[in-house]
């Protein structure tokens, strides 16, 4: 049995983030569609451009506020305060497993580094960023300018959408609405490592149908993706002897 | 006009702002408190794709052939090493041509 090292503490360089900035640029074209939508749906709803790009610079999480945005109340009150709040919650809810991942690659570093690197915690550079850490890579950089990086484009990218108004009439014949399901499921099919992961996927998606048949709203998202991720556990030897290499 | 704002409107970006940090810090946090052996691991792994399985199959389910057709062919493209952003074109492509077709 080999002595077990503590884990490396992990670097944050220039040449780091610029990495991770150059992951994220085939994703500027999609986020920046995906942006004019919400500037577009904000509009509607009639916020000013003020309040769009605040929700931006701050949310940063473009499902929950195209949600979010679709609910948007024309009175205000607590209740309907509190609905949005929890319709945000729930729909980000998945970010909750993503920064638990994260635990054995910044877990290691400076508390407040490591905190502030989970600010810019998104589905992209989370993907991208679990990619980089199994291909071996453990510069916080990386995962900090690809988070950067993509930040910019949304607080950019939605402003002309708001400007233009209704410049995306039918969303759909447009695909736009398939954009960000396409681009995710490419980079995931590059995590594929074998039966446990299909397994564990075919699972993940029937719960996620059979919740979403029986709830709606969202919640469906984090159930099936927990159902999967602990199947996944399952099938996985307990100890590296078990393994057996 | 475009550049005032509303307080109610302020307080429901803050209210949504506060859930998302909570939501980007708590995982990781609660992580500090617990082991992660190699199940774990392999778990977190795989939780990208158990993401994606379980928020697309619904969608696919509910919209038809033009996603489901669009998922697989970008999922073939990057399993056979293609970049992601082609395959993107490409299934979008598919998608819109589908759609257009009256899918």
């Given at each position: ?13 220039w ?13 500027i ?9 919400v500037g577009?749906?904000?509009a ?17 999480a ?5 949600v979010?945005?679709g ?17 945000t919650?729930t ?13 054995p690659?910044f ?16 589905d992209?550079?989370?993907i ?36 233009a ?12 609405d ?14 594929w ?6 397994l564990?996927?075919?699972v993940a ?41 | 006009?475009?550049?005032?704002a ?12 506060a ?23 392999a ?24 996603a489901?057709?669009?998922?697989l062919v970008?999922?073939?493209m990057a399993r ?10 490409v299934a979008?492509?598919?998608?819109i ?7």
């Open positions: 049995m080999s002595p077990v090292l503590p884990p490396a503490r992990p670097t944050l360089t040449a780091g983030l610029v990495t991770g900035a150059r992951w994220m640029v085939p994703l074209l999609p986020v920046s569609i995906f942006g004019l939508a577009a749906v904000a509607q709803k009639g916020l000013t451009l003020v309040e769009l790009s605040l929700m931006n610079a701050l949310v940063y473009g499902a929950s506020q195209l979010a945005l609910l948007w109340p024309e009175q205000w009150n607590g209740a309907a305060l509190t609905a949005i709040a929890l319709v919650l729909v980000n809810a998945r970010l909750l497993l993503m920064s638990a991942a994260f635990r690659w877990g290691p570093a400076n508390p407040v580094i490591a905190y502030g690197a989970l600010l810019t915690l998104t992209a550079n989370y991208a960023g679990q990619r980089y850490y199994a291909e071996g890579g453990r510069d916080l950089g990386m995962f900090i300018g690809a988070g950067l990086l993509l930040w910019v484009v949304w607080i950019v990218a939605p402003i002309p959408g708001y400007l108004g209704r410049l995306i009439q039918d969303s759909r014949a447009f695909g736009v398939l954009v960000m399901p396409i681009y995710f499921s490419a980079m995931v099919a590059r995590l490592q074998g039966r446990n992961d299909s564990g996927w075919l998606g029937l719960v996620g149908l059979a919740v979403q048949r029986w709830q709606g709203g969202t919640v469906h998202v984090v159930v099936g993706s927990l159902a999967g991720m602990i199947v996944v556990a399952l099938l996985t030897p307990a100890t590296k002897e078990e393994a057996g290499r | 006009m475009i550049v005032d509303s307080l109610w409107t302020l307080l429901a970006i803050l209210a949504m702002t859930v998302t940090v909570f939501v980007r810090m708590f995982g990781f946090f609660l992580m500090g408190f617990m082991p992660v052996g190699p199940r774990l691991e778990g977190f792994r795989s939780l990208p794709g158990a993401v994606a399985a379980a928020t697309f199959t619904p969608l696919v389910v509910q919209d038809g052939p033009s489901l057709i669009a998922i970008a999922v073939g056979a090493g293609r970049s992601d952003l082609l395959a993107l074109c979008l492509g598919l998608a041509a589908i759609r257009q077709a009256g899918f």
